[in-house]
Structures are given as C-alpha cells and as structure tokens.
C-alpha cells in the first residue's frame, strides 16, 4: 500500500493505492481523496432533522463513545471529521490517532500509526489518554486491546469517535463483544451507534419524475409510515452537467441508534443484534435501507441507487 499527491487546477488530490499480484498481472486500485470537496457540515451529510438533533445532544456529552460502523469507502471518516468539527474549539483538546491521516484539519492533534516504529492503535491511544484529552477520534477499532482502551476512555471522562466494521448499528455492539468487551463496560461506554453508506445523488438538471405502482412499493416493504406527503421519485436521466451519468455528488444514508437505558439492559443480558434492533426500531431508529427509501421518495436519488448498496 502506499500513496502519492497531485495537484490539479490548484487543488491538491491524494491518491492511496492498493496493489496485490493476480495470475494475469498486478491488480491496482485507486482511491481518490479530493480534500477541498469535503464539506465539513455535518447538517450536508444526509442526516434528517430528528437524527441530527438526536446525534448532537449525543456529541455534545462530555464523555462516552460514539462508534461510525460501515464497510470501507461508505463515508465514515468524513462523518467523524464533520463531528471534530462541530466540536473544534481552542478550549478543547481533541486528538486523533489515524491510519493514515486523512485531512489535516487546523486545531486537532492528528497522529498517523507507524506499525514499524511500534506506534499502532493501541499503543497510540495509551500515549494519548496522558495527554490530557477532551475527544478521542480513533480511525478504525481493529483489535481487542484497542476496544478495550477505547471503553475505558470513554469510562474516564473522555469522548470517544471511532469507526468499526460492521453491517448495521446494533451489530457494532456484538462486535465489542466478539472483541472480548464485557457486556457491562460496552452498555456504560456506548452512547450511540451510527451505521452508514453512501449512494449517488440525482443530478438536479436533468433528473426526471417517475411513478412507481403502489403494489411494488409494498413488495419492497417502503415505510409508508414514515414517509412525507407527496413522494417525488425520480430517476437518472444523464446530460452535459453530470457527465452522462444521471447523477453528481453522493449523500449518505444513516442509521441511528441512541442507546436507551433499555437498551444498555439488553446488551447486560448478552441479547442478539436482532433483538437489539427491533427495540430500537420501536423506539424510532430508522433502518439504512429504510432512509434510503425515504431519500429515494423525496428525489434526492434512485429506489435502485438506495437498494444496490444494502
């Protein structure tokens, strides 16, 4: 692995690129990282209303983790980086500990891991935490012992953001767990869990209003209930402005999971992620594939666009 910048049009655009051997040849991929498009506000991200201002009274704890859960390039770093920004101020001190660093933000202490000098997750949180920390960010949560540490950070009046590897919110609590994370630290510890993707959004130019029968609507289980009056889907059409494509831009689609003291006794007696999920559906999380839905009918991008990341 390795990466190299360039600059185009004085704009600077990372480049991280992968690379591994295959029976036809090297196999390369490139992963392009344009840091003046990354709009820190966190309110652009595709948070609806009610989810941000749930989230906000969450970030603005003093104490306790929050965990960004997704599959790699489903936005989860910007969304973290969007929260230190909502929370960057002189009077705090907030530090990262990163691999690699991604955007270098003015006002946090960022830290890249160097396995090779000994300098890993772990051992970077344990010098941090003697730093005198107001917010903890953590890139990615990948080993037991780095669970554990993050726990008891967010045990000892620190903030904790971290990202894991999981499929949905609730999941990322049964993944402390695997990680060998006592059920009675992880419900004192978690306070929320977002899981996310990201998905194309319509090209506003060219996109086109489509009706979709009510009988495939119920097929693919839309949540009526939760939907606007007036839904507006609309599908991909392509012109000068987009390329040709039908869409510009990406958006993400969220689940958000506040842990409840209800919650925190489900996760004390070791209950499935399924369990977990269907109490916290009745206490108003909106599921991924529920949002993208809804996004779908308020035309900001296509049924098959929401569907195709899930």
């Known amino acids: 692995d390795g990466r190299f910048s360039v600059k185009l049009n004085n704009q600077k655009i990372d480049f991280r690129v992968a690379s591994l051997p295959t029976a036809y040849g090297e196999k390369v991929v490139l992963r392009l990282l344009d840091t003046s498009s990354v709009d820190p ?46 929370l960057n101020s002189p009077e705090k001190n907030i530090i990262t500990v990163e691999d690699p660093v991604e955007y270098k933000v003015p006002g946090l202490n960022q830290i890249q891991i160097n396995p090779k000098a ?85 090209c506003e130019r060219c996109k086109e209003p489509v009706e979709i029968e009510q009988e495939i609507l119920e097929g693919m289980e839309f949540p009526f209930d939760r939907a606007q009056d007036g839904m507006r889907f609309h599908r991909a059409v392509g012109c000068r402005r987009c390329g040709g494509s039908g869409y510009r831009g990406r958006i993400g689609i969220y689940e958000l999971m506040v842990i409840t003291d209800e919650i925190r006794k489900l996760i004390l007696l070791r209950s499935s992620a399924g369990e977990i999920s269907r109490l916290a559906e009745s206490q108003g999380m909106v599921r991924l594939r529920d949002d993208g839905l809804l996004k779908a009918a308020d035309g900001v991008t296509t049924i098959e666009e929401a569907l195709k990341t899930l």
């Open 41 to 86: 506000d966190l309110k652009k991200l595709g948070f609806v209303p009610r989810d941000y201002e749930r989230y906000e009274a969450v970030f603005r704890r003093p104490y306790g983790a929050i965990l960004v859960t997704g599959p790699t390039g489903s936005g989860k770093s910007t969304t973290l980086y969007a929260t230190l920004n909502e």
């Open 118 to 202: 000994g300098l890993t997750f772990a051992s970077g949180l344990r010098s941090i935490l003697r730093a005198d920390p107001d917010v903890v960010m953590i890139g990615e949560i990948r080993d037991q012992e780095t669970a554990k540490i993050s726990v008891e950070a967010a045990l000892t009046g620190h903030l904790v953001l971290a990202t894991l590897h999981t499929n949905d919110a609730p999941g990322a609590l049964s993944r402390l767990t695997d990680m060998g994370v006592e059920p009675y630290l992880t419900s004192s510890a978690v306070d929320c869990v977002i899981a996310q993707r990201l998905v194309r959004k319509l």
